[in-house]
């Protein structure tokens, strides 16, 4: 008879302390990301404002864990914040994503991870006025995310 452990018994553990389904060692995702992406995704790096590949983008599509592939924002909530990173006001389903509390700048910020793989995605900010139907900002590194635009959804398009 095989043996289970008593470690994976017990899931009902705060989501904050949560372990996250996707587990990767430093080297693991060191190899799987380029080091952009490593210092954004996994140690919470921010790249330049106006710099990313979506801050600006209107196409239609899902955007992707660029770490694990999950499903996080989608263009229906993006919006136009002019901030020079992506910006939604709400991620795809709220379970997608986790918080964490920041204080790394001196002041509290709240951080967002991915839910699948913890992985950094930036930072979510709210109550600053932009004309959406939440008042929130989750401002997201383009490096953190790939898009897969409508088309090639489900379509016949060769992946990747
Ligand atoms: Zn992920």
């Known amino acids: 008879?095989?043996?289970?452990?008593?470690?994976?018994?017990?899931?009902?553990?705060?989501?904050?302390?949560?372990?996250?389904?996707?587990?990767?060692t430093d080297e693991?995702?060191?190899?799987?990301?380029?080091?952009e992406e490593f210092a954004v995704l996994r140690q919470a790096g921010t790249e330049r404002?106006?710099?990313?590949?979506?801050?600006?983008?209107h196409t239609k599509g899902v955007y992707q864990c660029r770490a694990c592939g999950?499903?996080?924002f989608t263009s229906n909530e993006k919006f136009d914040s002019h901030c020079g990173w992506p910006s939604f006001f709400a991620p795809l389903?709220?379970?997608?994503?986790?918080?964490?509390?920041?204080?790394?700048?001196?002041?509290e910020r709240i951080e967002v991870r991915c839910g699948q793989c913890d992985s950094h995605l930036g930072h979510v900010f709210e109550g600053e006025g932009y004309d959406t139907p939440t008042d929130q900002r989750y401002?997201?590194?383009?490096?953190?995310?790939?898009?897969?635009?409508?088309?090639s959804v489900g379509g016949d398009t060769p992946a990747n």
């Open 70 to 72: 999950a499903e996080l």
């Open 1 to 24: 008879m095989s043996v289970i452990h008593g470690m994976d018994t017990n899931q009902n553990s705060k989501s904050y302390l949560q372990q996250t389904p996707v587990q990767r």
């Open 93 to 107: 389903a709220e379970e997608r994503v986790r918080y964490i509390r920041d204080r790394a700048m001196g002041m």
């Open 49 to 57: 404002p106006f710099t990313g590949e979506y801050w600006n983008s």
């Open 139 to 151: 401002c997201i590194n383009s490096v953190s995310m790939r898009l897969v635009t409508d088309d």
């Open 28 to 35: 693991q995702w060191r190899e799987e990301l380029t080091p």
